[in-house]
């Protein structure tokens, strides 16, 4: 006979006090198992699902990297080709007559290769040093009105680029640096807001015991920055190298505003010149960009590791 327990209410065995009924269930017990048709239901959508991913993946490659490679083979192409084959034509027979022309015919693309690398050297050198200064500044010397000075310099980002041309070319043909080298590259060169904000959120993070131990061994904070902080912030810096090399690479807005003769173009600014109002001179224009694309390409391949990770760290895209 059984008796019910008097706290939950189920029979137990008189003198074991174990409850009556089926015992616990083994491992896998009481498991449903899901029938075939089932299973190969769901294997099926399964791998409808990464067809359509891969799918879709590729035919985002495709559309990216369709335009580069039209604008390659274009400027494998004569003039007569592009008009006679159509767009899409392959080249037959392959000519390098329009590199030729740019670099040694008509058009003279050496002088605003030079004066671009001088640029970007020069905004990108300009850009390091001062933006350090200044997030080291906002990150870690105190000062009144530090963190109100920052935000009120970071709203700046606010702005549209645009909205800045006018009031920047009239102060700089004011100052005689209408279509000079410095008139280019000034408004640049003493860095940015968007590269301050970077670099003073990393210096936050460096742990302040180390910038205390430099400064007892006599360290000053030109000397901390040196040799403290500058090594322990390469990644951000390779970001922030990056990131100002491609976009004053690219850079077509000011360049085209400031310089109005053919001294001091730039390699975007002399490749628009390229196409005149009667005139497309598409094979030419194609490799033209392709000479612009070229470096970018290096750039990218070089340090094709640094930029995955300034995606990372800054959500550029």
Do not use: C
Request: hydrophobic share 50%.
């Amino acid at each position: 006979m059984t008796s019910p327990d008097a706290s939950t209410g189920t029979p137990v065995r008189p003198g074991t006090g174990r409850p009556t009924g089926p015992g616990p269930t083994r491992a896998g017990e009481g498991r449903t198992h899901r029938p075939a048709g089932r299973r190969e239901r769901w294997g099926a959508r399964a791998l409808a699902a990464n067809v359509m991913t891969y799918v879709l993946l590729l035919g985002g490659a495709v559309v990216t990297l369709a335009p580069f490679l039209l604008s390659v083979l274009t400027s494998l192409r004569s003039a007569r080709q592009f008009a006679t084959g159509g767009p899409l034509a392959l080249p037959d027979p392959v000519t390098f007559a329009n590199y030729a022309e740019l670099f040694g015919g008509r058009y003279d693309f050496i002088p605003p290769l030079v004066i671009t690398v001088q640029v970007v050297l020069v905004v990108l050198v300009g850009q390091l040093v001062f933006s350090v200064l200044a997030a080291y500044a906002f990150a870690r010397v105190r000062f009144p009105g530090r963190d109100g000075l920052f935000w009120v310099y970071l709203a700046t980002l606010m702005v549209p680029q645009v909205v800045t041309l006018i009031p920047l070319y009239t102060m700089l043909s004011t100052a005689g640096l209408r279509d000079t080298f410095w008139g280019i590259v000034l408004p640049f060169v003493f860095g940015s807001p968007y590269a301050i904000f970077l670099l003073r959120e990393y210096f936050r993070g460096i742990p302040e015991d180390i910038l205390s131990a430099a400064k007892i061994d006599g360290a000053g904070t030109l000397r901390t920055i040196w040799y403290v902080v500058v090594p322990m912030s390469r990644p951000i810096l390779a970001t922030l190298a990056i990131i100002t090399v491609v976009s004053h690479w690219n850079n077509f807005l000011w360049p085209l505003i400031i310089t109005s003769s053919t001294k001091w173009q730039v390699l975007t600014v002399a490749t628009a010149s390229l196409q005149s109002q009667y005139s497309g001179n598409w094979t030419l224009v194609t490799a033209a960009t392709t000479v612009a694309m070229a470096p970018l390409l290096v750039v990218y391949l070089v340090f094709q590791r640094h930029v995955v990770r300034s995606i990372s760290l800054t959500g550029l895209r």
